[in-house]
């Protein structure tokens, strides 16, 4: 029987000392800074253990990709928690597909783009002890073991 494993490693972004030293860029969707560095970054409810166990619940891996052994490479997950702790605007970034398997890749992307749209409420990033939107990315890779 196949085996396969969903993991999720949660990027640690260095902490911005002094808020007038953030990196900021603006966002397309919206007319207000978005932030990369922040000094609190945002945190799902129950931590980074509680993202893994929501992201592998929620997350379906196409049965093409288990059949053929296919491993994801690196795949992230971009988008924006903001000031309330919402999350909007995501995107996902891969490798370029391999022709084989680009409809099992294809589906995987959308599942989870929509895991990802359904999350709770996560805890917001910080400047300066004021909740601000940030820009987050979410690495994942799926290993297919015999």
């Not at 509680?50 to 997350?59: D, M, P, R, T």
């Not at 049965?63 to 988008?79: H, P, S």
Request: one cysteine or more; glycine letters at 6%.
């Amino acid at each position: 029987m196949k085996r396969f494993t969903l993991a999720v490693l949660c990027l640690t972004s260095s902490v911005c000392i002094l808020p007038s030293l953030c990196s900021t860029t603006l966002a397309q969707s919206q007319n207000q800074k978005v932030y990369t560095v922040v000094e609190q970054q945002p945190e799902f409810p129950g931590g980074k253990a509680a993202l893994s166990l929501y992201l592998a619940e929620n997350i379906k891996v196409p049965g093409v990709l288990i059949r053929k052994n296919y491993n994801t490479g690196q795949v992230a997950a971009k988008f924006i928690v903001d000031e309330l702790g919402y999350v909007h605007d995501v995107r996902v970034v891969t490798k370029p597909l391999d022709k084989k398997v680009r409809k099992g890749m294809e589906d995987f992307m959308a599942s989870i783009i929509t895991a990802v749209e359904k999350m709770p409420r996560w805890e917001p990033g910080e400047v300066g002890g004021k909740r601000v939107p940030v820009f987050y990315t979410l690495p994942i890779e799926v290993n297919v073991n015999e």
